[in-house]
């Protein structure tokens, strides 16, 4: 089988390849040697069995300054690459598209957990601009592929970005972390256990649409407050806030496909990886 990963070096996808069990089946190109913008050509040279697509701008913040913006790098990139993707497929060529929880608003008008068939969020006014266009993308990809759906993947280390749970350990330790939310909900997905699923649903060539999420949701003050002390940190200095709905989604997370780790267990297996360290 010859597998496709694009966005081989990012977060989710670089830690696929490293776990992947027979590294002989990957196509991992460069930037220089595979544009999402124009793939026509790769596609038809390398003819791959599946494609793994985990390219995508992620940046949220950024993305929020583009809103509306189609001529902007998070659409051209999500939408438009995607849309390009998609038309260039060889015909047996199977897709997997990694897609995010920020397809759904969060709002208490439509609250999560969201099950796997929930659908995406329609108007892009109730989404970050960077939700809207993977939901854009979801349905160019439509029946054409399966959809995969991440909520804050995370990992012990990776040097190039830092993550939901890193980032704020990092600041934690310089004595700049942020007031935390005690009334927000959510979910978060350990790219370890993504990773393994991933591979299931290649080998067992399933299909549709699957979230991969742990099953139970927690707030931010109570997930990092969780790992402080579990890394042995004072938490004295920790303060609390309420989340603006308008500006992040109050009722979040996902409701996992697969067997997934409660978030406990999911910080208890970082902490055993080194994370922080």
Not at 156 to 180: H, M, V, W
Not at 259 to 266: A, I, L, M
Request: hydrophobic fraction near 35%; charge should be neutral; glycine fraction near 6%.
């Amino acid at each position: 089988m010859k597998i496709l990963v694009t966005g081989a070096s990012g977060l989710v996808g670089s830690r696929f390849v490293e776990l992947y069990p027979n590294p002989s089946d990957l196509l991992t190109p460069e930037l220089n040697e595979f544009d999402l913008m124009q793939p026509d050509e790769y596609l038809a040279k390398n003819n791959p069995d599946v494609v793994l697509n985990f390219a995508a701008y992620t940046n949220v913040s950024e993305a929020q300054k583009q809103r509306d913006d189609k001529n902007g790098l998070c659409w051209q990139i999500n939408v438009e690459g995607t849309k390009r993707l998609v038309s260039a497929l060889p015909i047996n060529t199977r897709l997997i598209h990694i897609s995010t929880d920020m397809v759904f608003s969060g709002s208490a008008s439509d609250p999560g957990p969201y099950s796997a068939d929930h659908k995406p969020e329609t108007n892009s006014q109730l989404l970050t601009w960077y939700g809207y266009t993977k939901a854009e993308a979801e349905r160019i990809v439509g029946n054409r592929g399966t959809i995969v759906r991440l909520i804050y993947p995370v990992r012990a280390k990776y040097p190039a970005k830092l993550d939901y749970l890193r980032k704020p350990l990092d600041l934690f330790n310089q004595g700049k972390l942020y007031p935390l939310f005690t009334d927000q909900h959510t979910s978060l997905t350990l790219i370890d256990e993504a990773c393994l699923s991933l591979q299931n649903i290649i080998n067992e060539n399933l299909s549709g649409v699957f979230h991969m999420s742990c099953p139970d949701t927690f707030t931010p003050y109570e997930i990092y407050i969780y790992l402080l002390q579990k890394l042995g940190k004072d938490i004295s200095g920790v303060q609390k806030a309420s989340v603006d709905p308008k500006r992040y989604p109050k009722f979040g997370g996902l409701k996992p496909s697969f067997n997934f780790s409660p978030w406990r267990q999911v910080i208890d297996q970082l902490i055993q990886q080194g994370i922080g360290t």
